[in-house]
């Protein structure tokens, strides 16, 4: 089992960037497949990006302006945003699963969440 807590969102302006950070905690955290994904009001929680064994994904809508990147030894998971835009406001929420990995779905342990607001 591991535990999640989200940080780093804010608000910020058309154009800014922001990197979110999930700290976990719990033991094999390598052995787990992360991701990012994001809620807005009246909204469904979406996938934004994936990572595991090397392999990132993105969802369309983010690709070429967001990375996701882990770091094992501290166990923690990134979020670099850029060229932020005002559709990117939500709350965004890492993720993570020890099953196999189905990139965009499947996963059982959830941050509670971290707002970010890009402003027009």
């Known amino acids: 089992q591991v535990q999640l807590v989200d940080s780093g969102g804010g608000l910020v302006q058309t154009g800014g960037s922001l990197r979110l950070s999930c700290a976990a905690s719990g033991r094999a955290f390598s052995n787990y497949a992360l991701g990012w994904f994001r809620q807005a009001p009246g909204k469904e929680r979406e996938f934004v990006a994936g990572?595991?064994?090397?392999?990132?994904d993105y969802a369309d809508s983010v690709k070429g302006r967001f990375a996701i990147s882990r770091d094992n030894a501290k166990t923690m998971v990134y979020l670099q945003m850029n060229s932020l835009k005002p559709e990117d406001t939500s709350v965004y929420y890492c993720?993570?699963?020890?099953?196999?990995?189905?990139?965009?779905?499947?996963?059982?342990?959830w941050g509670q969440g971290t707002q970010v607001t890009v402003s027009s």
């Open positions: 990572i595991s064994n090397g392999i990132t």
């Open positions: 993720g993570a699963t020890s099953r196999p990995w189905r990139v965009r779905i499947g996963y059982d342990y």
